[in-house]
């Protein structure tokens, strides 16, 4: 799924069953984790907080990276 359709889930559960500081978290974490293009000569969607590789040859996680697909998997 997408960053905005898994916010937008997010919202929903909001509205249904998540109450202050909980949703407030998962925001959070879900905004540290968005995607955006790397690479210009062969774009990539990418995290923006995570790192993947070797020491000494590290570059961005795809996207999406393990911590999103943990909280899209919970959430079904």
Known sequence: ???????????KLYDDYLEGT???ALCAVVEL???FTWNSNNPQVCCVACDSGEEGD????????PT???IE????
């Open 1 to 11: 799924m997408t960053h905005d359709e898994l916010v937008a889930k997010i919202e």
């Open 22 to 24: 909980l949703y407030t």
């Open 33 to 35: 984790h968005k995607p």
């Open 58 to 65: 590290v570059y961005p996680a795809r996207y999406p990276c």
């Open 68 to 70: 999103i697909q943990a």
């Open 73 to 76: 998997k919970e959430l079904g």
